[in-house]
């Protein structure tokens, strides 16, 4: 059964200063997500993206490769980032070189609009976030069912420029990946009795 779990919700603007304070961002290097000292049960991961598990064949025998991209933007990126930099995991392209396995099913950004001017124009709109995934060893056992992660904030519309209220959007839809990302490395530091790096080839 999947098990959503709403993680955050904020209200305008005034969550930017907890946000620094709980998340750790340091602002020339960009965000960095708080949680060095956690200890993981596995050193190799192999992280797939909703794109890379739509041609998945499951009779493969843990060989085909999926290319771990970790510039550009976009939660898949910085969470492979954050693994091999920061947590100092080994992403790998195979299943069968991982000792973990870890699926993100879905991303999902929605921005809905909460009240109105008399001029019937936006003054409050909310953003949320939606992740999907699961995670599993290199023999396809599920560690971690299918489960979901949500972000909710609330942004007010700012009456200085519109270009104010585009780049504020930004930086907190960029927070809440950081704040999902957080969430993920905490539930793989969770993990415990991976197996080993390989597995038996399919005869």
């Keep these: 059964m999947n098990r959503r779990q709403t993680l955050q919700r904020l209200a305008p603007l005034a969550g930017l ?6 998340m750790g961002l340091s602002g020339c290097t960009g965000w960095r997500v708080r949680g060095g000292a956690l200890s993981f049960d596995f050193q190799s991961i192999l992280l797939l993206s909703p794109e890379q598990q739509v041609n998945i064949d499951r009779s493969d025998p843990g060989t085909t490769r999926y290319p771990q991209v970790t510039s550009g933007g976009g939660l898949v990126p910085r969470l492979r980032q954050e693994l091999r930099a920061r947590h100092k995991k080994t992403l790998v392209e195979t299943i069968l070189q991982a000792q973990v ?3 993100i099913k879905r991303i999902e950004t929605r921005k809905l609009a909460l009240s109105f001017t008399s001029a019937g124009q936006v003054r409050e709109f909310e953003l949320r976030m939606e992740l999907d995934y699961s995670i599993e060893d290199n023999n396809g056992r599920i560690l971690t069912p299918d489960a979901s992660l949500e972000v909710v904030r609330t942004l007010a519309t700012l009456e200085t420029t519109t270009l104010a209220t585009s780049n504020e959007e930004a930086s907190q839809l960029a927070s809440m990946e950081v704040f999902l990302v957080q969430q ?3 539930q793989l530091a969770a993990l415990r009795n991976a197996p080993p790096s390989t597995r038996p ?3």
Excluded: E
Excluded at 17 to 22: D, M
């Design 201 to 203: 080839q399919t005869p």
């Design 101 to 103: 396995v870890l699926k």
């Design 17 to 22: 200063a907890l946000l620094g304070a709980s």
């Design 184 to 186: 993920i490395i905490r």
